[in-house]
C-alpha cells in the first residue's frame, strides 16, 4: 500500500456518527506499508458524551489508481460503554462556560 489511511469512527446506537477522524484528515503520512507488515496506531481524544453504550468502528483505507478502497472495515466492531460524571442537555458536551455578573 503506497499510503495507508487509518480511520475510526463512534456510532450511537442508531447508527449515526458522532465523531471520528483518519490519518489523512490529520495530515498524518504512515508511508509506503508493505505486505506482512505491522504497524499500531493510536487515536486520542476527549469525547464527553452521555452515558451509554456506543459503537466503535475502524479501519482502514488507501487510493488505489485514483479510487479510494476500504479494506476489512470493522463495523460497530466493539461496543463503548460511556459512563460520565454528569448528564448533559444534548448528546455531546461542548464545554460550555456560563458567567453572569450581577446588575
Do not use: H
Not at 504497524?39 to 453504550?53: L, W
Request: charged letters at 20%; hydrophobic letters at 40%.
Amino acid at each position: 500500500m503506497p499510503g495507508p489511511i487509518t480511520a475510526y469512527s463512534i456510532n450511537d446506537p442508531k447508527g449515526t456518527i458522532l465523531c471520528g477522524t483518519n490519518t489523512l484528515y490529520q495530515d498524518v503520512a504512515i508511508g509506503r506499508f508493505e505486505k506482512g507488515g505491522v504497524i499500531f496506531v493510536t487515536f486520542s481524544q476527549k469525547i464527553k458524551i452521555n452515558p451509554g453504550d456506543y459503537f466503535l468502528s475502524v479501519g482502514v483505507a488507501d487510493y488505489e489508481e485514483g479510487e479510494y478502497v476500504v479494506y476489512n472495515p470493522r463495523f460497530d466492531y466493539m461496543v463503548i460503554q460511556v459512563i460520565a460524571d454528569r448528564l448533559r442537555v444534548v448528546l455531546f458536551d461542548p464545554e460550555s462556560v456560563i458567567e453572569w455578573t450581577r446588575l
